[in-house]
């Protein structure tokens, strides 16, 4: 009896707090979708029958159709808020930047130390390591890099030259394992002949456990990271997080034992191991976390942009003539692919821009209100703790910013078609103070693999990819569901 007395009360007061919570947006005069026990606006987010950025489009265009600038959302009993206007969307990410100037996302220094990266980090924390981190990406540094980015790329084109078909996604993987391996690590990976070594395996592993995993740890972690804290949760698996920490260890002491200097990642990040300034100075801890964000970053991202750019040349082979054009006009100009070289071919940038619109690496970027906020020209407010979703996927595909959003059109980019719209609607790679600091990096990655592909090969759908693809819903990064396959034929 008194068992069944405690699970009645137990439910009631559970009841009662999710009735309480369910009242948060209409307490702060926020529009807002009426929730449901227990899992709030959304439907059971473990089910992940749908890409998340379909789903929040969805959310998006219903209520902007309706002419709110915003609607409050709820994540089981906790509130979440979506900016529509671009306005709210510029003023939270830059002009009211104080209020929200960090992530939400979950980072513990001791009990899962690869975690406390530049990403995670909050706060004082995350601006001292910011400051520390800014001058590792200047175009004086990547300029220094750029040799090695030519020589994986000379790589990629003879992989592919034995590949026919080719599955995009897999062998640009290849390419940007080998770029951050040597770039960061200053490791010679070699993964197109040895697909199975131990740095590509340990690519993967990270994809598949970190990225696409989704625990009941994870889920607490993105809830309450507070609890997530608490509990000392790990989301890092311990053999990931022991390769890393000892790659770093081996590679710094190597170095410095063999008075070692390279122009790489890891050579910038030894320097300020080693700095006189305590401001400046980084720990093994520190240098291993963010060679590892720098990693998963570089690898997943960059080759799943390549990858989806290579499917849209494919599918428009007039746009994949004309930047062939600029390509091999620009590099008889300099008689090399050089640096110089690359940052000329705008239409290049063009192309990336576009791909980059129509599947963006991140289709929500995470925020969190540190401070009561109110909303300008309104009396809705924002409570300290509300998390914040920008909704980058759907600004992108919205055809008020971008006419027929499903169509591939690098023009929208020109200098003059770019001014005329809103700086707030499209943001691949974030905007103000929290922009991802390897943009660049990333970007030249990218260019300098796609110019020495379509310098020797001229790309067409094969028969296994329509001209539709389907994201993987398990996904957060945007991935073709069933791979991208391409012919290659040499030019």
Same mark, same amino acid.
């Given at each position: ?39 709030? /606006? ?74 406390? =990266? ?36 000379? /790589? ?92 770093? =260890? ?146 992108? =595909? ?63 759908? =094969? ?29």
């Amino acid at each position: 009896m008194l068992l069944l007395l405690v699970f009645i009360v137990s439910i009631v007061v559970v009841y009662v707090y999710f009735k309480w919570n369910f009242t948060y947006w209409k307490r702060r005069k926020v529009p807002f979708i009426n929730p449901s026990i227990p899992f709030g /606006t959304a439907e059971n987010p473990f089910a992940r029958k749908e890409y998340i950025g379909h789903r929040i489009q969805k959310y998006y265009t219903n209520f902007k159709a309706k002419g709110w600038n915003h609607v409050g959302l709820y994540f089981f009993s906790s509130p979440s808020y979506l900016p529509i206007h671009p306005d709210y969307i510029r003023n939270i990410m830059s002009k009211h930047f104080r209020y929200f100037t960090d992530r939400g996302t979950y980072a513990n220094e001791k009990g899962d130390p690869l975690s406390a =990266h530049l990403f995670n980090l909050e706060g004082e924390k995350w601006g001292k390591l910011r400051k520390k981190l800014t001058p590792t990406f200047t175009s004086g540094k990547i300029k220094l890099m750029f040799p090695t980015l030519v020589r994986c790329s000379e /790589t990629l084109v003879k992989a592919i030259g034995k590949s026919n078909p080719i599955e995009a996604k897999e062998l640009l993987g290849c390419f940007t394992t080998d770029v951050i391996g040597s770039c960061a690590f200053g490791v010679e990976c070699d993964s197109f002949a040895n697909p199975d070594s131990e740095f590509r395996r340990y690519g993967k592993s990270v994809f598949t456990t970190v990225i696409k995993g989704q625990t009941l740890a994870s889920a607490i972690a993105m809830v309450n990271p507070g609890l997530a804290q608490w509990l000392n949760i790990k989301l890092i698996p311990n053999h990931i997080t022991q390769f890393f920490m000892k790659l770093v =260890h081996d590679t710094v002491s190597y170095r410095e034992t063999n008075a070692l200097n390279r122009r790489d990642f890891m050579q910038i990040l030894i320097d300020l191991k080693n700095s006189k300034s305590d401001d400046d100075r980084l720990s093994i801890e520190e240098m291993a976390a963010n060679t590892f964000v720098f990693f998963l970053a570089g690898f997943e991202t960059s080759s799943t942009t390549m990858a989806f750019c290579l499917y849209e040349l494919a599918k428009n082979p007039a746009i994949q003539d004309t930047l062939r054009q600029e390509i091999s006009a620009i590099v008889e100009k300099h008689q090399a692919v050089t640096y110089e070289a690359v940052t000329e071919m705008k239409y290049l940038s063009q192309v990336l821009d576009e791909t980059l619109r129509k599947y963006p690496p991140a289709p929500l970027i995470p925020r969190v209100c540190v401070e009561d906020y109110q909303i300008p020209g309104s009396d809705a407010t924002i409570g300290k703790g509300t998390r914040i979703y920008i909704p980058v996927f759907a600004l992108h =595909h919205d055809p008020e910013y971008f006419p027929n959003p499903e169509e591939f059109v690098p023009a929208r980019f020109s200098d003059e078609n770019s001014i005329q719209r809103h700086p707030y609607v499209y943001l691949p790679f974030g905007e103000g103070p929290r922009i991802c600091i390897g943009a660049r990096f990333g970007l030249m990655q990218a260019k300098v693999g796609l110019i020495a592909l379509l310098r020797k090969f001229a790309f067409r759908l =094969h028969e296994k990819t329509g001209s539709s693809l389907q994201f993987d819903p398990t996904n957060l990064i945007p991935t073709a569901k069933d791979g991208i396959w391409l012919n290659a034929r040499e030019l």
